[in-house]
T-cell receptor, first 116, second 115 residues
Framework: NAGVTQTPKFQVLKTGQSMTLQCAQD?????MSWYRQDPGMGLRLIHY???????DQGEVPNGYNVSRSTTEDFPLRLLSAAPSQTSVYFC???????????????FGPGTRLTVL | AQSVAQPEDQVNVAEGNPLTVKCTYS??????LFWYVQYPNRGLQFLLK??????LVKGSYGFEAEFNKSQTSFHLKKPSALVSDSALYFC?????????????FGKGTKLSVKP
């Protein structure tokens, strides 16, 4: 298993540009999520999905869109990049989609995004 | 609202000494608690979790954590620190009784182990 993979590893954008961060997992996990990591703020949830065709907002969803057309893929789209979106983005997945789940989340290696 | 606090931004210990990384939580019900570690330029790796049962939980790389319900704490410990333990450590909580069951992460504690 490759686990959770993310592409690209690094990206530099100009303000106003759009792009998609890719996330894929080969573990047949139902639950997938996107976090952003900023210094001194830990990880904050952007969007999550409990299964194909189902997505919902997390703590900081503004400026981001997601879709879940397959179990394996969960892309994150930046509609119009802003400097405030400079961050490290992590995708995560877990087997169970239940909120009461005791499941461990598995994290991808991250995408480091800089918006100029 | 559920929350997690890691009161120390950084913990410094000498190699071979015991280490403790502190975590306190606030949830409405019985919590599910997790510790993750992040090495430089890497994603988060799972260390251990507390769901129910024995208050002392053993995890990867010789780490353990003690759940204390009365103090609402879940401190991470290791009897003898290694230089290779230097990393960023995150505590996280899920409230199974809450309306939104996603993981809530603390801000992280940087552990530095000196030779």
């Amino acid at each position: 298993n490759a686990g959770v993979t993310q592409t690209p590893k690094f990206q530099v954008l100009k303000t106003g540009q759009s792009m998609t961060l890719q996330c894929a997992q080969d573990m047949n996990h139902e639950y997938m999520s996107w976090y952003r990591q900023d210094p001194g703020m830990g990880l904050r949830l952007i969007h999550y999905s409990v299964g194909a065709g189902i997505t919902d907002q997390g703590e900081v969803p503004n400026g981001y869109n997601v879709s879940r057309s397959t179990t394996e893929d969960f892309p994150l789209r930046l509609l119009s990049a802003a400097p405030s979106q400079t961050s490290v983005y992590f995708c995560a997945s877990s087997y169970d989609n239940q909120f009461t789940s005791t499941d461990t989340q598995y994290f991808g290696p991250g995408t480091r995004l800089t918006v100029l | 609202a559920q929350s997690v606090a890691q009161p120390e931004d950084q913990v410094n210990v000498a190699e071979g000494n015991p280490l403790t990384v502190k975590c306190t939580y606030s949830v409405s019900g019985n919590p599910y608690l997790f510790w993750y570690v992040q090495y430089p330029n890497r994603g988060l790796q799972f260390l251990l979790k507390y769901i129910t049962g024995d208050n002392l939980v053993k995890g990867s790389y010789g780490f353990e954590a003690e759940f204390n319900k009365s103090q609402t704490s879940f401190h991470l410990k290791k009897p003898s620190a290694l230089v290779s333990d230097s990393a960023l450590y995150f505590c996280a909580v899920r409230d199974p009784g809450g309306s939104q069951g996603n993981l809530i992460f603390g801000k992280g504690t940087k552990l530095s182990v000196k030779p």
